[in-house]
T-cell receptor, first 115, second 112 residues
Framework: GAGVSQSPRYKVAKRGQDVALRCDPI?????LFWYQQALGQGPEFLTY????????KSGLPSDRFFAERPEGSVSTLKIQRTQQEDSAVYLC?????????????FGPGTRLTVL | KNEVEQSPQNLTAQEGEFITINCSYSVGISALHWLQQHPGGGIVSLFM???GKKKHGRLIATINIQEKHSSLHITASHPRDSAVYICAVRYISSGSARQLTFGSGTQLTVLP
């Protein structure tokens, strides 16, 4: 595809439900990032993949958050037993890591609302 | 906790005005990004800078590495420029990780 896509765009969950958010990066992009953006705030780093390897998960707020990228392309961010404080926009970004550019391209985000 | 500071947080301007948004950061960086976010969440990269100045249409971005400061300027502002503008940096200390650290954004409203 032409850009990074994410699905669903909007998700409403009841507290305690599990959710799965999907990211399709730009084809061939090696690096993939997940960010969490609370209302009125800038995004904050969650986790980073280089191909299928999760090289940094230091930003995941709790062990209820889990991310995977098994084949080095599509990634899924899973949140178990959702809480109200998980309500946020979840952004995915990818980059090619060619040369020195390392520019990140962002998806449209998934807005998660936990009731 | 946020190591990237933006100012102002909110900015209202009349159409045609010259706009400046500022960003400062704390330690050495390998790159600084200016991003635009419209309602609905999608983020568009406007500039990526490591030194000097870049211009694209009515947008100009500058960076002063010694002062750890960057500015985004919009000339002849228009209501369609209304959006949140976010500064983000990649710190040199990030090592193998390449994540960005973001400012909290500047909400710009341009009135007709």
């Amino acid at each position: 595809g032409a850009g990074v896509s994410q699905s669903p765009r909007y998700k409403v969950a009841k507290r305690g439900q599990d959710v799965a958010l999907r990211c399709d990066p730009i084809s061939g992009h090696v690096s993939l990032f997940w960010y969490q953006q609370a209302l009125g705030q800038g995004p904050e780093f969650l986790t980073y993949f280089q191909n299928e390897a999760q090289l940094d998960k230091s930003g995941l707020p709790s062990d209820r958050f889990f991310a995977e990228r098994p084949e080095g392309s599509v990634s899924t961010l899973k949140i178990q037993r959702t809480q109200q404080e998980d309500s946020a926009v979840y952004l995915c970004a990818s980059s090619s890591d060619r040369g020195r550019r390392n520019e990140q391209f962002f998806g449209p985000g998934t807005r998660l609302t936990v009731l | 906790k946020n190591e990237v500071e933006q100012s102002p947080q909110n900015l209202t301007a009349q159409e045609g005005e010259f706009i400046t948004i500022n960003c400062s950061y704390s330690v050495g960086i390998s790159a600084l990004h200016w991003l635009q976010q419209h309602p609905g969440g999608g983020i568009v990269s406007l500039f990526m800078l490591s030194s000097g100045k870049k211009k694209h249409g009515r947008l100009i971005a500058t960076i002063n590495i010694q002062e750890k400061h960057s500015s985004l300027h919009i000339t002849a502002s228009h209501p369609r420029d209304s959006a949140v503008y976010i500064c983000a940096v990649r710190y040199i200390s990030s090592g193998s990780a390449r994540q960005l650290t973001f400012g909290s954004g500047t909400q710009l409203t341009v009135l007709p």
